[in-house]
């Protein structure tokens, strides 16, 4: 489709706008580095993090203006299901659009091992019939990859189906559906017209309420766990990565037209969205589509990716996630890296970045509690002439 192909299309020389949170007035202040450099926001704490799936009608709603639209869904890290029993000292948290990869330094100061019980939780998903294509944001978790001190962990990854909140994973089976046919392809139903099952199990469906007009009506529920031994008086290190499930907005902006919030994309989940993109940001962006169009482009295509990175707590792991996150990280990194050097990359974050490379940014704070998200825009640019 030729709309996806130009969303994938690179920019043109940007530059990075930056914001720091004032620690008294909570005030934004922005600061414009014309550099190959993003800013970056994150924090936090014992890594407690929820995830959210975003409804398609409230994003449609928010978004009228842009062309086209694909709403990013929040995922967090790693959830402790006893908090006190082990210290994060260090924790160290890379984004981009294509990866999310934290590192965690825990440290158990008590006399004798912890075995403490660990998690990942992940986003809910229901049926959607492009849910194979990669630009939904609709399924599992991908490139999923957990590690503890360098070797693989043996998750247990609890599945469930889920309708209207009640688990019915049991009479899905007792249907004659597979855990292929439950958890991923819904019952085969790989178009519109839905499940392609034989009258009996369509039947046995439709009496379950899982089925309307031979859509499925079921969600998945997905959570991965595993138990972790700490030595007394040492520390481990568990390192996560996965594939987020970034967002896309888009619009085309013309020499007549306004650079306002209806012109240009703020955020892939609508406009009431608390996205970063305030006046000095959105000025950042109008200067650079101001001077393609002075160059001479009859048009200039905007492209926004956001991705959404969570550490409140909205999990069935709340309580736990709520102590955690009020603790602060003794030595806490953020790194946010950039497809490209031209790329803009707006968020709020205290503090100042030092700019490792020509792609990437870096904030190091000490002692630091985090804020219950992280969103992060990456702009991009194309002058079409």
């Not at 922005?30 to 800013?39: E, Q, Y």
């Not at 899982?210 to 290190?237: C, F, G, K």
Request: aromatic content about 8%.
């Amino acid at each position: 489709m030729e709309s996806r192909r130009r969303i994938r299309q690179a920019a043109q020389r940007q530059v990075i706008v930056l914001f720091s949170a004032g620690s008294a007035t909570r005030r934004l202040m922005l600061h414009t580095i014309v550099l190959s450099a993003p800013k970056i926001h994150r924090a936090t704490s014992m890594t407690i993090f929820s995830l959210a799936m975003t409804s398609m009608l409230a994003l449609l709603s928010g978004l009228v203006h842009a062309n086209d639209i694909v709403p990013r869904v929040g995922v967090g890290g790693i959830v402790l299901a006893q908090p006190n029993a082990l210290r994060l000292v260090g924790e160290k948290l890379t984004l981009s659009v294509t990866r999310v990869a934290t590192r965690y330094v825990f440290q158990n100061n008590g006399a004798a091992p912890v075995v403490a019980a660990m998690a990942f939780p992940m986003p809910t998903f229901p049926w959607n019939p492009e849910q194979t294509a990669e630009y939904w944001n609709v399924g599992p978790v991908k490139s999923l990859s957990i590690t503890a001190n360098g070797q693989p962990v043996l998750l247990n990854i609890e599945k469930k189906a889920l309708l209207r909140g009640r688990d019915i994973t049991h009479q899905l089976r007792l249907a004659k559906l597979s855990d292929d046919q439950i958890f991923r392809s819904f019952g085969d139903a790989r178009t519109t017209l839905g499940v392609e099952l034989p009258s009996e199990q369509v039947g046995s469906l439709q009496r379950l309420g899982a089925l309307s007009d031979m859509l499925p009506q079921w969600s998945v529920y997905e959570h991965a766990e595993w138990r972790q031994t700490v030595p007394a008086t040492r520390q481990n290190i568990i390192e996560l990565a996965y594939q987020p499930f970034r967002g896309f907005a888009y619009n085309y902006i013309a020499m007549d037209d306004s650079l306002d919030s209806e012109r240009i994309p703020v955020s892939s989940v609508g406009t009431t969205d608390e996205a970063c993109l305030d006046e000095g940001g959105r000025q950042a962006v109008s200067s650079r589509i101001r001077g393609l169009l002075r160059q001479g482009a009859k048009e200039v295509f905007v492209q926004l990716q956001d991705i959404e990175y969570l550490t409140g707590a909205k999990s069935q792991a709340q309580a736990q996630a709520q102590a955690q996150a009020q603790a602060p990280v003794a030595d806490f990194v953020l790194d946010i890296v950039k497809q490209t050097p031209e790329q803009i990359v707006s968020l709020c974050f205290p503090g100042q970045p030092v700019h490792i490379d020509d792609k990437t940014l870096r904030f190091t704070r000490r002692n630091f509690v985090i804020p219950e998200r992280i969103v992060v825009n990456f702009y991009s640019f194309r002058a079409d002439r």
